[in-house]
């Protein structure tokens, strides 16, 4: 099934949403949680996303496209790999993450120590759910490190970020109290 000219209209509409949030709340995550959750859910009731977007190169997933980019703003849709766990990372910029399809579980991390010892990172869990489609969460500074993995086969996403990831993120590993920094890899 190819795009309707409504789904443009709807991925217009979400990106003038997001816009509009950023602009009245700034970085504030509780706001901008609050208010993309409903333009997000709006979006992803969209039955044919998946023919809407332009491919690009995803940076922890084999399909990605872009929905929306303006050269601050993008939405992406993407399909997460079945059962295997995307690394717990972190962004350089605040992202929020909606479920289209399918069942994710998705952890949120703060970092706790102030990351002068090389090689370790002390990070405390502020958030563990399991994401169904329409929900959504606002990953940002305290807050910004997180890790999910789709929970059935199908199951896709869609991100909404603000401004330039880091070409270099910090990967963790929760459970050893370690952090390295490399380019993502697709």
């Known amino acids: 099934m190819a795009a309707s000219p409504e789904t443009g209209t709807a991925i217009r509409a979400c990106a003038q949403a997001v816009i509009r949030a950023i602009e009245t709340h700034g970085h504030d995550t509780a706001q901008l949680t609050a208010a993309l959750r409903e333009p997000l859910a709006a979006l992803a009731a969209r039955p044919d996303l998946c ?14 496209q872009y929905l929306y980019y303006d050269g601050d703003l993008s939405i992406l849709l993407f399909e997460l790999p079945d059962g295997r766990p995307i ?14 399809r399918g069942r994710v579980k998705h952890t949120v991390y703060e970092r706790r120590d102030d990351g002068s010892v090389p090689g370790k990172a002390d990070l405390t869990v502020v958030e563990d759910r399991v994401l169904e489609p329409g929900d959504s969460v606002v990953i940002a500074p305290p807050a910004d490190i997180h890790g999910f993995m789709a929970l059935q086969e199908g199951s896709w996403g869609i991100t909404v970020a603000s401004g330039t990831y880091k070409p270099e993120r910090c990967y963790f590993q929760p459970e050893a109290g370690t952090v390295v920094s490399r380019r993502p890899r697709g």
């Open 51 to 64: 023919t809407a977007g332009v491919p690009r190169l995803g940076n922890h997933v084999a399909n990605s």
């Open 87 to 100: 690394d717990v990372h972190d962004h350089g910029n605040w992202e929020s993450m909606a479920i289209y």
